[in-house]
């Protein structure tokens, strides 16, 4: 952010004192002929919602062997409950990127996925028995990343976590919090279904207020924050004097961090070409936004960009912790990869949308 | 992150430059020949005359006791003693600090044009910093584990499992109250209101002395030089190189000046701040003393706003949070809060008053402490301070607090 405004002066300085060629460009005088209404009920009918209703279907799943094991807490049910924990974790990949609406609303994300979750919260949580898992203060004692916890990480072994279920408020605490979960995706998913998606659809206006606007910015700075920094930039240490391993996500599994970043960065993509799936035709999406402007440099080159970044973390540990504890070379590597296309959103394309970005970063004091 | 941008002096160069190539008759700035060089870079005999150490000093000093305000080991008087610093005692993690005979303290609301003839206010504004570190130590630290509630010191964590704050009964977190009121009552009223002053920079032989090249005792500077260089060190003192300042070297005046200039609404402001104390730096060694004063009225005009804009910004975004995340709008809060007290030390152009006056200032700080404070707080009156705030300047609430 700072680097780049001071950049911007310096274009300014050199564009206001650089002679006569008086060619008006990046005013935002350009008509914009794009059929935005067509890109949002792309997004709407055939990404958004039918994502929300996939992880609905895996949360409930989830639920259902959660009870199961609950009553009957042996290795069989674990091990169907971990294997539920880990399909409903990439059912949410896909719709993360998604904090309009309710989402927006219910600080959705801020319930389902703040890593590292605060184990001591959870314990102390577990042990005083009352607690509001909606509160702001519980953003870090819930959603998937406790429950990654409470099925991976609150013993050593599997049989002393088996054991843990012996104690009642263990089981009640797991039960809560696929409860809470299962409760706000379908607060969420009624929502887009009843409500939303006929105002996502409908406020295509160049504002920055417009459902379009907002859900650009989303989308990029979900990229930016929940891919590029959370998955990769913090454990690598991008941001702090050393890495920190274990603010990876799903540590507690311990086998999936690579995957899920993966299928989060396919997502990405999915979104920018209006794809249902990677093997969709493409869609109405930002992709063909950009062609439609004449961009089609920039549109290819997003995809070579999120094209290389994925290549860079294909070669990474399934674990990212690991990665990090190993060879954290690799890990920067794909950050740096990732952050290719950071510049590609937030500057080339915003500046091809006309689009301005209506957040900026913390203070970080 | 800094390695990358670009020197202040660097952007001035080139700004200088494209548009020197560029005769199409653009009005120059009027400088009566005085040449501001492209770093601030001044030499006497190829030595340097620039020298601000005792700035740089309490700006570190500053920064460890905003720091121990936060660390529930300190008591009351190792943080006074922190504060108002004497020789040698051992006060801070850094040796070169507890040798140095300056402190914080002493600096506070001292300005020769605002408190010399007014040591009433000073000792009021000195002793309100007292009682920050009073209320700290006696009041939160003792709560640092319990759940802050209305009425009720304590501990709140912000949403996504962000930081943890620290506030008193009313949600004001008091660290973040003595930073930013630091801002106004220490850096901008020296700079503003003492070191740029003729009352200072002319004050007993020092125009003749400059005029004659007469040298301050062994230094190599005019004793005039050095004021204005003390000014520019409450502002860049504690950069890696002053000479090409990056900003955001410290937490104080140097980190917001750069936030605002960050904001398209006012970008091209730290430029504008560094290229005016160059020039009237310039303008002593040429002896013009009205082109000197000019830069000093930029600089006030230009400070000034930053303190306004970042008051302003803290309230919108607290108003932002309020009922979603209490803690992250109590920490804006709380910056704003201090930030709008500042406004007391900021300097009119042409005047010797502040934008707003110290009751005015008041009025708004008790309206964000009346009841419970934080807890109580409307977006009806955050919007009312800010609007009274942005009407004494030449921006509005929208462009500040974007």
């Keep these: 952010m ?4 001071y950049i911007f002066t310096l274009m300014l300085i050199v564009a206001a004192c650089s002679g006569s060629d008086d060619s008006d460009n990046g005013s935002g005088s350009t008509p914009d002929n794009y059929n935005r209404a067509a890109m949002q009920t792309n997004l709407a009918d055939n990404i958004i919602i039918p994502r929300y209703q996939d992880l609905k279907t895996g949360l409930e ?40 609406g309710q989402a927006e609303v219910l600080q959705y994300s801020f319930q389902m996925n703040v890593y590292p979750t605060t184990t001591a919260d959870i314990e102390a949580n577990i042990a005083n028995g009352t607690y509001d898992l909606t509160a702001v203060g519980n953003n870090d004692a819930v959603g998937f990343p406790a429950v990654d916890y409470m099925l991976h990480g609150i013993a050593a072994t599997d049989t002393e976590i088996l054991n843990k279920y012996a104690t009642s408020n263990y089981a009640a605490y797991l039960t809560d919090l696929i409860a809470q979960m299962n409760s706000l995706t379908q607060t969420v998913l009624t929502d887009w279904t009843t409500n939303y998606r006929a105002v996502f659809i409908s406020s295509t206006s160049n504002t920055v207020s417009s459902a379009v606007n907002k859900f650009i910015n989303d989308y990029i700075f979900y990229y930016e924050k929940g891919l590029r920094a959370n998955k990769f930039g913090i454990p690598a240490g991008v941001f702090s004097t050393n890495p920190l391993a274990d603010k990876a996500e799903a540590v507690y599994n311990g086998t999936i961090s690579r995957d899920l970043s993966i299928i989060a960065l396919d997502n990405v993509q999915n979104i920018f070409n209006g794809k249902a799936t990677s093997t969709s035709p493409t869609g109405e999406g930002f992709y063909n936004y950009l062609i439609e402007l004449d961009r089609a440099d920039l549109a290819t080159l997003i995809n070579t960009r999120i094209n290389n970044a994925r290549q860079k973390i294909q070669v990474l540990n399934a674990d990212l912790k690991t990665q990090v504890e190993t060879d954290n070379t690799k890990m920067t590597e794909a950050y740096d990869a990732l952050q290719l296309v950071v510049i590609s959103f937030k500057v080339d394309m915003l500046q091809a949308f006309n689009v301005s970005v209506d957040y900026v970063d913390a203070d970080g004091d | 992150m800094k390695k ?31 040449t501001a060089p492209d770093t601030y870079v001044f030499e006497r005999d190829a030595a340097s005359t620039v020298s601000f150490g005792g700035q740089t000093t309490r700006i570190q000093m500053a920064q460890e006791i905003v720091s121990g305000l936060v660390n529930t080991a300190n008591t009351e008087l190792t943080l006074d003693n922190m504060f ?4 040698n005692a051992n006060d801070f993690s850094d040796a070169a600090l507890n040798a140095s005979d ?8 001292a300005s020769t044009d605002y408190f010399a003839a007014n040591t009433t206010d000073a000792s009021v504004i000195k002793s309100t910093f007292d009682l920050y570190i009073q209320d700290q130590v006696n009041n939160v630290f003792p709560n640092w584990a319990t759940t802050a509630t209305s009425g009720v010191a304590g501990q709140i964590q912000q949403a996504g499992g962000g930081s943890t704050r620290y506030v008193n009964a009313k949600g004001l977190e008091y660290n973040q109250a003595f930073a930013k009121s630091l801002i106004g009552a220490l850096m901008v009223d020296q700079i503003l ?4 002053s003729t009352a200072v920079l002319d004050a007993g032989d020092n125009v003749a002395n400059n005029n004659a090249d007469v040298l301050d005792g062994t230094n190599n500077y005019t004793t005039m030089e050095h004021k204005w260089d003390e000014a ?6 504690n950069e890696d190189n002053p000479a090409v300042p990056v900003l955001e070297a410290d937490k104080f005046l140097s980190e917001y000046l750069a936030k605002v200039d960050g904001d398209d609404d006012f970008s091209g402001i730290a430029l504008d701040v560094f290229n005016a104390f160059k020039l009237g730096r310039a303008a002593i060694v ?20 930053v303190i306004a804009v970042r008051g302003i910004y803290y309230l919108q975004q607290g108003k932002a949070n309020l009922g979603t995340d209490m803690a992250s709008a109590f920490h804006a809060l709380s910056e704003a809060y201090g930030f709008v007290y500042s406004l007391q030390f900021t300097r009119k152009p042409g005047t010797t008053e502040p934008y707003l006056t110290k009751d005015e200032v008041l009025l708004l700080t008790d309206q964000l402490m009346t009841g419970n404070g934080f807890w109580d707080i409307t977006p009806a009156t955050l919007d009312t301070i800010s609007d009274t705030i942005s009407a004494e300047f030449s921006f509005t609430t929208a462009q500040a607090g974007s």
Excluded: M
């Design chain 1, 2 to 5: 700072k680097k780049l405004a």
């Design chain 2, 193 to 196: 209101n003492n070191y740029l």
């Design chain 2, 102 to 109: 300056k402190s914080v303290r002493s600096k506070v609301a």
């Design chain 2, 286 to 305: 040429a002896k013009d003393y009205d082109v000197r004063d000019a830069q000093a009225e930029i600089i006030r005009a230009k400070i000034s706003q």
């Design chain 2, 84 to 87: 108002a610093h004497v020789e």
């Design chain 1, 61 to 100: 799943t989830l639920a259902t062997l959660g009870d199961t094991f609950t009553a009957t807490p042996n290795q069989t049910n674990l091990d169907n409950l971990r294997a539920a924990f880990v399909n409903a974790y990439k059912d949410w990949q896909l719709v993360e990127p998604f904090n309009i």
């Design chain 2, 4 to 34: 990358f941008v670009l020197g202040l002096a660097t952007l001035a160069t080139l700004g200088f430059t494209s548009c020197n190539s560029d005769d199409d008759g653009g009005t120059p700035v009027v400088t009566n020949n005085v």
């Design chain 2, 232 to 237: 520019f060190g409450y502002l860049y003192g």
